[in-house]
């Protein structure tokens, strides 16, 4: 059997554990599980936030190992979910941190957006905060200019 084909899926591996460490690093919780738990969590709030055309565009950005996390249980026709506020935000993102909670959701938050505004094309990144209420756009850093 011939490995053709699989490059695709190693770099994707390669891809997600890049993500996952630059999250870990940012956060300083060397626990790269919690922090993926962190990630997919704000994932999820965040793409339950948009409309379907921009939580796709969204998706098609993120490494393929990570896009199935990001689509996973998704509903389109339940999104964009109302009273898309701060708190309504934050505390879905919780929901995944019962039994060992964030000491700072919205700093946890504002990680995960930081790692997407590097990592994201400007545009979209642009298109999504567009899209969000203004206090959780509020919450996201601005756009640097490095990427990596």
């Not at 790692?115 to 642009?126: A, M, N, P, R, W």
């Amino acid at each position: 059997m011939s490995a053709q084909g699989l490059e695709g899926l190693d770099h994707t591996v390669q891809l997600t554990h890049i993500w996952i460490n630059d999250l870990d690093d940012r956060l300083s919780w060397n626990d790269k599980a919690r922090s993926y738990r962190l990630l997919k969590a704000v994932l999820h709030a965040l793409r339950d936030s948009l409309k379907v055309n921009e939580a796709v565009d969204l998706g098609a950005q993120i490494p393929g190992l990570l896009r199935g996390a990001y689509y996973e249980q998704w509903r389109p026709v339940t999104t964009p979910i109302r009273n898309r506020n701060i708190d309504q935000f934050l505390a879905r993102v919780n929901e995944s941190f019962k039994r060992d909670p964030l000491a700072d959701p919205a700093g946890a938050v504002m990680a995960v957006f930081e790692l997407l505004t590097e990592k994201i094309t400007e545009g979209e990144i642009s298109d999504v905060k567009r899209c969000l209420p203004k206090e959780i756009r509020n919450i996201w850093p601005e756009s640097n200019t490095v990427r990596h």
